[in-house]
């Protein structure tokens, strides 16, 4: 079990009389990891990526995009993270010479757009690292694009302060925030403090005890709008060992993700991802809201009611 000082910050955020705080539940020790099911796969993910991995520190799963392992530090233990093993076993921070080559890979692949940083968690490095990985990925010409995740600033927003180069260095920043009550007046202020110089997108995971309700999503999402944040994934949970208790009934999770769409305005209506274990992709877990019935006639599906009303196309030419 890996020990992880959680920040003072985030510790006040707790409601520590209520056993059942879903910011507790997110970043506290319970017993329930050391149950496994006959489901569960090796952690993490990573370890089905064997023939996507080119090096310890870089994935190139998809086309267009690779993935760059930065570090495997972090800012606290998020006790349902896929990358369990990685950074339990404290694996050494991204090298130089690791990055020459993941930087000469991509270099001689016209057809990769964009860069994926991530760990681990990227802001755990210092700025000055930092700023030489993405402008060592900046001279590629190719390189339309790149994307940074992190949740340093959910656990501390202060790391914002001073970033404003390295916001203006990159194209996308993902943050993970899990529960409204994590975007907080210091939160919003980190994001407004980075809005002007970056797109900021959130992918949360969906998270039994934590945001499982039609209300804590929807309260998530408003949240976040407020912050100046657009919602985008919402991460139906890897099968890691331990973190059974977190993942819902896969109905359950498609039932509530189409809940939201009746509840919510598009643009804040996150899409429901799982990642297929053994390497082979995420999809959109999304119950069909058309289906064909015969050459003319389709059902579709109310996000209002549920129900399903009949359409009739025209006549094709």
Not at 55 to 78: E, K, M, N, Q
Request: proline share 7%.
């Amino acid at each position: 079990m890996l020990a992880v000082k959680l920040t003072d910050y985030y510790r006040s955020l707790i409601d520590w009389s209520d056993p059942a705080d879903p910011l507790a539940r997110m970043t506290q020790f319970s017993t329930a990891e050391y149950s496994e099911t006959a489901e569960d796969c090796p952690d993490s993910a990573d370890v089905h990526l064997a023939e996507h991995r080119i090096s310890r520190v870089l994935l190139h799963r998809y086309p267009d995009r690779a993935l760059l392992l930065t570090t495997s530090r972090c800012a606290a233990h998020c006790r349902y993270c896929f990358r369990k093993a990685r950074i339990e076993q404290r694996e050494p921070d991204i090298s130089d010479t690791e990055l020459a080559d993941a930087v000469a890979y991509i270099a001689a692949r016209p057809l990769i757009r964009e860069i994926i940083l991530s760990g681990g968690d990227p802001l755990a490095l210092d700025n000055a690292r930092l700023l030489e990985i993405i402008r060592a990925f900046r001279r590629i010409p190719h390189l339309d694009s790149v994307r940074l995740h992190t949740r340093f600033p959910v656990y501390q927003p202060a790391r914002c302060d001073g970033m404003a180069e390295i916001a203006a260095q990159i194209d996308v920043l993902i943050v993970q925030v899990n529960h409204a009550r994590e975007v907080t007046p210091r939160f919003m202020d980190a994001m407004a403090r980075l809005r002007p110089f970056v797109l900021l997108y959130n992918q949360s995971v969906l998270l039994r005890g934590v945001n499982d309700s039609v209300a804590a999503l929807s309260d998530l999402s408003w949240a976040l709008a407020r912050a100046g944040i657009t919602p985008c994934y919402l991460h139906y949970p890897d099968l890691v060992p331990g973190t059974a208790h977190f993942r819902l009934p896969l109905d359950q999770a498609i039932a509530l993700a189409g809940a939201l769409r009746g509840q919510l305005p598009g643009y804040l209506v996150p899409r429901l991802m799982l990642d297929i274990p053994g390497g082979y992709g995420k999809i959109a877990l999304e119950a069909p809201a058309c289906q064909r019935i015969d050459r003319q006639t389709f059902l579709l599906r109310s996000p209002l009611t549920g129900e399903a009303i009949e359409y009739r196309d025209a006549e094709p030419a």
